[in-house]
């Protein structure tokens, strides 16, 4: 028996089994998915909060080393820097010419190798000559030269910038002593010239301050080079200086005489072995044949 279905009668069947091919959720299953599409974006921003924490104390830590170097290269850079070091020599040499002769004393000690008592004993025989013969001494002590060549030089230059006109330094004098060259010099007015003497000058210049200097004496150096001074001015006998120590060197080598005598001594001790070496073998064997 054949059965004809309209279209119309079909269609509400083929609506039907469409519609039960879509899968029927729950409310909460349908909107599961756009919660969980948020979270991506949650994690996302967690982990930038973590990560920016955690490169924050890196950076933190990065930028105190940083300063720390620095200020480590800026500690050693000015206490090793040799144009920062020859600057601050350079420095102490100049001071003395612009800082002019002394006001309360007679020493400008810019070495630091004087004394109080060295200073003290200048001061009171330096200014009881300059009370008694309008003769005034200064001593300078520095390190190192730098701008002359030697001592000389150096307190020629003192002498005019202390005392620019002939008036002035007429009856003015300079003693040097340069520490670390061990070396020193004399200088003066006409009148401090004369009233000393080339002699006395010449001879405490090569005697007082090398020699002691030499010794690293720079007290007594300066103070015996004082008192020479002063008896020369005064006229009293020349108490002289220290000579220089000569390092004689012995010679490692033997006269001919002690050579002799060795050779001599070292013969008989050799005959005398030679002897016992043959004659006890020889007697031994003597002994041994006769017991037989």
Do not use: C
């Not at 000015?78 to 002769?101: K, M």
């Not at 005034?136 to 002590?141: A, D, G």
């Not at 007015?189 to 005697?207: C, K, N, R, W």
């Not at 009293?236 to 000579?243: F, N, R």
Request: hydrophobic fraction near 35%.
């Amino acid at each position: 028996m054949e059965t004809l279905l309209s279209s119309r009668s079909l269609s509400p069947l083929l609506n039907s089994k469409s519609s039960s091919s879509k899968p029927h959720l729950l409310p909460s299953l349908q909107t599961r998915p756009n919660s969980l599409s948020f979270t991506p974006k949650t994690i996302t921003s967690t982990l930038k909060k973590h990560t920016s924490q955690s490169l924050s104390v890196p950076n933190s830590w990065l930028s105190h080393a940083q300063q720390g170097l620095a200020a480590l290269a800026l500690s050693l850079a000015l206490n090793f820097s040799p144009l920062l070091y020859t600057g601050i020599a350079q420095a102490s040499e100049f001071d003395v010419l612009n800082e002019g002769p002394p006001k309360e004393s007679y020493v400008f000690d810019d070495a630091g190798v004087l004394s109080r008592v060295t200073k003290s004993d200048l001061k009171r025989l330096i200014s009881d000559l300059e009370s008694r013969k309008n003769l005034k001494i200064n001593f300078i002590t520095v390190r190192k030269l730098t701008s002359k060549a030697d001592a000389f030089e150096y307190a020629d230059q003192v002498l005019e910038k202390w005392y620019p006109t002939v008036e002035e330094g007429n009856n003015k004098g300079i003693v040097v002593l340069v520490t670390s060259q061990k070396e020193g010099a004399i200088t003066g007015g006409p009148a401090f010239i004369q009233a000393v003497g080339e002699t006395v000058l010449d001879s405490t210049v090569s005697e007082n301050l090398p020699v002691l200097a030499t010794e690293e004496k720079y007290n007594e150096a300066i103070y015996s080079s004082a008192k020479r001074l002063v008896a020369a001015i005064d006229g009293l006998p020349d108490p002289g200086g220290p000579k220089a120590k000569e390092n004689k060197r012995e010679s490692n080598f033997k006269s001919k005489e002690e050579t002799e005598e060795k050779r001599g001594q070292f013969t008989l001790v050799v005959g005398g072995l030679l002897v016992v070496a043959f004659v006890v073998p020889m007697a031994q064997y003597y002994a041994y044949v006769s017991k037989k």
